[in-house]
């Protein structure tokens, strides 16, 4: 059996700003969500914004529309990360979206939907456990209330972007920039 490690953010003044919203319930969702995502391409490594508009993460998205059935579809999603040697934080979070977005009308704007939720959820979890019974969360209920509200704002965001006509990786790219700077403008 195994243990989990929460590896926190880094201790930057950006991060420090979105541990206030953590902490003070006056500060909207939108304004934390917002803040997340500034500290998020602020950091000194790791960027995720950079990891989600990679090719390959466009990728995932689009093997939906192939796929008969969730389970060919994760069969499909291991197969071209391991042929693309590209596995990486945001593969994995472009996997969980895809799942959730298999059956959907539109499965590839439900997918880029959630693959913004997904990856605010990432971004939250480092580090609001450590605030709970200390910040605004009272609970771990409430802790989970909260992130789901933050997540939910970022897949709305997204939904309000358009999507490229055609998906190629500059336009990809360019779409992820899109609602990247969107979630930054939406707290204010």
Sequence with gaps: MGTSVNQSS?????????QSG?????VPVERVAAEIWRAAGNQPKG??????????????????SSARSAAE?????????????????????ARRAAIQSFGASQPFK????????EATSYLVARDLPGFVGIGR???VSQSLDFATQIANHASTVAAAVNLP???????????VRNVVDALRRSGR
């Excluded at 953590?22 to 006056?26: A, F, L």
């Excluded at 960027?47 to 939906?64: D, K």
């Excluded at 439900?110 to 939720?117: G, I, K, P, V, W």
């Excluded at 006509?165 to 779409?175: F, I, L, M, N, Y």
């Design 10 to 18: 880094p201790r930057t003044l950006s991060w420090n700003a979105v």
């Design 22 to 26: 953590y902490r003070d319930p006056r």
């Design 47 to 64: 960027n995720i914004a950079e990891l989600l508009a990679r090719p390959i993460v466009a990728t995932v998205g689009e093997l939906i």
């Design 73 to 93: 579809l994760v069969q499909k999603y291991a197969f071209v990360v391991a042929d693309s040697k590209q596995a990486s934080l945001a593969t994995d979070i």
């Design 110 to 117: 439900a997918y880029a939907e959630r693959l913004f939720s």
């Design 137 to 139: 969360a009272k609970d």
């Design 165 to 175: 006509r055609q998906v190629t990786p500059e336009s990809w790219a360019a779409h």
